[in-house]
């Protein structure tokens, strides 16, 4: 048995900082505990790379509440917040084999490092920029500093950030000598983090940990053999989760009744949303939403066949001629319904997402290719897309809705037949990186975008390349295949930093520009570019590319946050959520191909080419609900709603997908990722919804 928590110690940047909204709900929940508790109420520590001056700005700043003590600057001093004082005891002992001056000299040699500004400088945290640094460059650097006989920490996080301490400066450390100076166990300790920087905290034996679900692979792989709860939800939503989960606290605040007007936010936001799009719901647009929710699961239910979830409808829709694969359990499809409706308790729906994972998995090749579909008529799988292509993402997508499906169900039956399927689609993945710089190379027109003349190093895949290493190396873990969970970790960090520095383009990056880098005279860019070719680049705004690339972490809260500037000043969400690509191509662009005017889908504002997808639209609520902005979010969400009741013949037809200049619903009727989609929105922005008899 656990003790009980007397103790909280908390990162704040990137864990309690990040969702406003999240962080105004942990202050109310730590209130609402303080109150109850008492004299009894567990401590709380924040503990933060931040110096301590930059750390009393943010708490001005932020909507946290009170701690009992600081540690800052990476474990570097230690402050009594009720006393107001610095703990002076703690400074001596960071003496010992310290020599801040030789320091700077040894890290000022190294001609890739930059010293950071003096605001993040203290006498005992030296602080340098070092970009994508390998494990080998970070060698050298202890070697060099230890050839100075000096003893120091060398803390590296966020692909970035290099901090030179004193040897026993970390925040672990720090809060382990915190613990025996005020007599708490570990084993009556909780912490929480997202980078690398955190994981000292978690390798105090005996402590209970807390991942955010926007954690850096770095925390994942430094804590993997350890017994932490990882959150499914990001930033403060996942602390508030984790305490639930260790007891702490015994629900989480509700914040329905704060107005959380846009001044709160980055000043970035008001010069491209007004403030009326923050008003918070009426009741009957709460209405339409939860009829919407209901009428999505309907919908979802039509889709349902014993081999899985069907694109469509089959009985609602006619299908000949090229429409006849919809007769298909399709594996993007199928995985997207399958993560979008693991909220739903409906044993039909249930009994389904089983049979799509087990029809997906079980024709997997020897050599690990994922099919694009099962036939529902014949049990034939189809390895292709149009034109007889290799569907790349298919696997991606299976490998990312194997790991939430038993993060969800706990089948660990299933996990352990079908691991070995799962390792060689990853396999089969990594050798579409045929030169070995951690991208995948795609085949024109390889992926869902199936007549879209797209190719080489396109940014939807290689986001989707990111997670489901990540989701492997977690899948590895909790097999217990340490070697295997290392290998995807360390890879999932590598691809993050290649995503980062080829398709956001900056006049501020250090990078060699060779011949294959010529997006880079694009200047700065306000997004990630849609794709890098050896010869050229398409600058182009892949919607849906950068909101995976939020969601999935690849794109920092900074950069998430002006992606979503253009986006919404550009209006991607115009007439309806949400256009997957700005701007469309046009006849007589060197993107254009002849081939876009087969069936009439890609003409611009058609289809892949600009059109407005309701799927999309869903994970674009679940993007803006990530930035912190609640009421803007359910404001998109009732508007997708919309979209979804218009319908061709009838109401709540929940379209393929919509035009994207007229607003007038497209393709099949009652598509299954349409109508998942507005259920896994649903349920991101935590409304309410009836189970009971679903």
């Not at 060099?144 to 040897?167: C, E, F, K, T, W």
């Not at 084993?187 to 679900?213: P, Q």
């Not at 790349?392 to 079908?418: K, N």
């Not at 045929?434 to 190093?457: C, H, K, Q, T, V």
């Amino acid at each position: 048995m656990k003790k009980a928590a007397r103790l909280f110690s908390s990162d704040l940047d990137g864990t309690l900082i990040g969702k406003p909204d999240a962080t105004v709900s942990f202050k109310r929940s730590w209130e609402g505990l303080r109150r109850k508790k008492g004299s009894a109420a567990p401590l709380l520590v924040y503990n933060s790379g931040r110096l301590l001056s930059h750390t009393f700005e943010l708490l001005k700043q932020s909507d946290l509440p009170d701690p009992d003590y600081l540690i800052c600057g990476v474990g570097t001093l230690i402050y009594d917040f009720r006393k107001r004082e610095l703990i002076k005891r703690f400074a001596e002992t960071l003496n010992t084999g310290w020599d801040l001056k030789t320091v700077r000299a040894c890290l000022d040699s190294f001609p890739d490092t930059e010293e950071q500004p003096p605001k993040y400088q203290n006498d005992f945290k030296s602080s340098w920029y070092i970009h994508d640094a390998t494990p080998e460059r970070l060698q050298e650097i202890k070697d060099a500093l230890r050839g100075l006989g000096l003893s120091v920490n060398v803390v590296y996080s966020s692909s970035r950030d290099l901090d030179i301490l004193p040897q026993y400066a970390n925040k672990g450390n720090a809060l382990a000598w915190l613990l025996k100076r005020i007599e708490i166990e570990a084993e009556e300790v909780i912490v929480a983090g997202d980078t690398g920087n955190d994981s000292s905290m978690f390798t105090i034996r005996g402590v209970r940990g807390i991942i955010v679900e926007n954690a850096q692979p770095e925390l994942f792989l430094a804590t993997m053999e350890l017994p932490t709860y990882t959150a499914g939800r990001p930033f403060a939503d996942g602390v508030l989760d984790g305490l639930l989960h260790y007891e702490l606290i015994e629900e989480i605040a509700d914040i329905s009744d704060i107005e959380l007007v846009h001044s709160q936010f980055d000043p970035r936001f008001h010069s491209v949303v007004n403030s009326d799009a923050f008003k918070s719901l009426s009741e009957s647009q709460h209405g339409l939403i939860n009829e919407a929710y209901q009428e999505a699961v309907n919908a979802l239910k039509r889709c349902i066949t014993p081999k899985g979830f069907s694109a469509c409808s089959l009985d609602d829709n006619i299908l000949d001629a090229t429409d006849s694969n919809y007769k298909s359990i399709w594996a993007r499809d199928g995985a997207i319904v399958v993560m979008n409706s693991l909220s739903l308790k409906d044993p039909d729906i249930q009994r389904c997402q089983h049979a799509t994972m087990e029809t997906l998995l079980s024709h997997i090749t020897p050599r690990g290719q994922v099919p694009s579909n099962v036939s529902i008529d014949t049990g034939e799988p189809d390895y292709s897309g149009i034109g007889g292509i290799a569907s790349i993402d298919s696997g991606l997508w299976l490998v990312i809705a194997f790991y939430h499906f038993i993060r969800e169900t706990r089948d660990y039956q299933f996990l352990r037949s079908w691991a070995g399927e799962i390792k060689n689609a990853m396999n089969w993945l990594e050798a579409q990186d045929s030169n070995n710089d951690s991208l995948l190379e795609i085949p024109e027109a390889g992926d869902w975008m199936d007549l879209f003349g797209r190719s080489y190093n396109i940014l939807y895949d290689e986001v989707l390349w990111y997670n489901a290493n990540l989701c492997h190396g977690r899948i590895a873990e909790l097999l217990g295949d340490f070697d295997t969970a290392g290998q995807r970790l360390r890879m999932a960090q590598q691809i993050k930093e290649t995503i980062n520095r080829k398709f956001w383009p900056s006049i501020h990056s250090d990078a060699i520009k060779a011949f294959s880098d010529q997006q880079f005279s694009m200047g700065d860019t306000s997004y990630l570019l849609a794709e890098i070719t050896p010869f050229g680049f398409d600058w182009r705004c892949d919607v849906y590319g950068n909101i995976l690339a939020a969601l999935f972490n690849v794109l920092s809260a900074e950069r998430a946050k002006i992606a979503f500037q253009f986006m919404w000043g550009v209006g991607v969400n115009e007439p309806a959520p949400v256009a997957n690509l700005y701007p469309p191509v046009n006849a007589g662009d060197p993107a254009w191909r002849t081939y876009y005017t087969v069936n009439l889908l890609n003409l611009p504002h058609h289809y892949h080419n600009g059109g407005i997808w309701p799927f999309i639209g869903a994970y674009w609520v679940m993007f803006i609900s990530r930035l912190g902005l609640r009421d803007l979010a359910q404001q998109e969400l009732f508007r997708l709603a919309l979209v979804n009741h218009e319908g061709i013949e009838h109401e709540w037809e929940f379209n393929e997908w919509v035009h994207g200049r007229t607003g007038r619903p497209m393709g099949k009727r009652y598509q299954a990722w349409s109508a998942a989609g507005f259920i896994g929105a649903y349920y991101a922005l935590q409304l309410e919804a009836d189970n009971s008899e679903q």
